[in-house]
Structures are given as structure tokens and as C-alpha cells.
């Protein structure tokens, strides 16, 4: 039996490559794919469909983007009620998120205000949507992902015989 071994001369990795490396684990260099904190609407929207699907059963839109000078945003369907579909509204000023709304008022999402009370600090705003911040007063992108979970939390819990539907639901890994 004859064995063929195979070497393989390799060059020194160059000082650019492992220093790179080297600055990625410890910190001191944040790329856009390593902090979601760090992304801007499209990219939060592709990192969102990357880890949920969109409710097919339902006809809708999933995601509406608008873009006006410096300020963007985009609304995805969040969940459906009977016939009616409410959206979370993201806003972001110069790539940076800047709110997030509910729209919906406190009656329309009765089965998970108190959750949602709980879990973050609501402003209502004149028109009845509900403006969403984390309990330090603060938006992220890894909020929007907090707030789709707890309201799909929700809705796995209420008891509404299937009048209440997630929107977005979590892909199997």
C-alpha cells in the first residue's frame, strides 16, 4: 500500500491579517456583522429576516421603508388582530436608530400591555401609538429584536383562539 503524503508550504500569515485578528478578539475593533448596534435600516432588516420568517398564511407587507434627507425608517407587520394588522414603526437620523413606535394604542393590544408596561417604557402619543424605549430611556436595534420576542411571547400565551397572529415568526436554527 503506498501512501502519498501532501505538505503544503505555508508563508508567514501577513502582520495586517493577525493583527486584524487579534484587535477583532479582544475588542478594540468592531465590525457591523459583530455588534447588530452597529447597523444601519437595511441592514437591521436583513439581520431581522435572517432570524425570522414572515407569516405567509397572512396577505400583507411585511416590511414599508421610507427615507426623507437624513432620516430613515421602515414599519414591519408585528402582529394581526381579527382583520386588523399592526405594525412597529423604526426610525433612524443618520444611520443611527433614533425610535421605535407601536402602532397600536393600549386597547387594540390589551393582551400584552401590561407585558409590555413591565418590560419597557411606553410614551402614548397624541394619535394612540405607543413610542417603545428600554426602561433606561434608551432605542437600539437589539430592542426592536426584545420587543418582537416579548410580543410574540404574548401572543403564544393569549388565549384568543386564533384571532391574534405573529407576524414574525422565530426560524428554526
Known amino acids: 500500500m503506498e501512501i502519498k503524503v501532501f505538505t503544503i508550504n505555508m508563508k508567514r500569515l501577513s502582520e495586517s491579517i493577525w ?42 407587507t411585511s416590511a414599508l421603508k421610507s427615507e426623507v434627507k437624513n432620516t430613515t425608517a421602515f414599519s414591519l407587520a408585528i402582529f394581526l388582530y381579527g382583520t386588523a394588522l399592526y405594525r412597529l414603526l423604526v426610525g433612524y437620523k ?26 419597557f417604557n411606553l410614551i402614548k402619543q397624541s394619535n394612540g401609538s ?18 418582537i420576542e416579548t410580543i410574540n411571547e404574548c401572543i403564544e400565551q393569549a388565549n384568543t383562539h386564533n384571532t391574534l397572529q405573529k ?7
Do not use: F, P
Open 19 to 60: 493583527s486584524d485578528i487579534h484587535k477583532r478578539s479582544v475588542g478594540s475593533e468592531i465590525r457591523k456583522e459583530d455588534d447588530i448596534e452597529n447597523l444601519n435600516r437595511d441592514e437591521m432588516l436583513d439581520y431581522i429576516y435572517s432570524i425570522y420568517d414572515v407569516n405567509k398564511r397572512v396577505n400583507a
Open 167 to 173: 407576524m414574525l415568526i422565530k426560524k428554526e436554527n
Open 130 to 147: 405607543i413610542e417603545i424605549q428600554s426602561k433606561e430611556l434608551t432605542v437600539s436595534n437589539s430592542l426592536i429584536i426584545k420587543i
Open 94 to 119: 443618520n444611520d443611527k436608530i433614533d425610535r421605535i413606535i407601536l402602532l397600536a394604542n393600549e386597547r387594540d393590544c390589551e393582551w400584552c400591555y401590561d407585558k409590555l408596561e413591565r418590560e
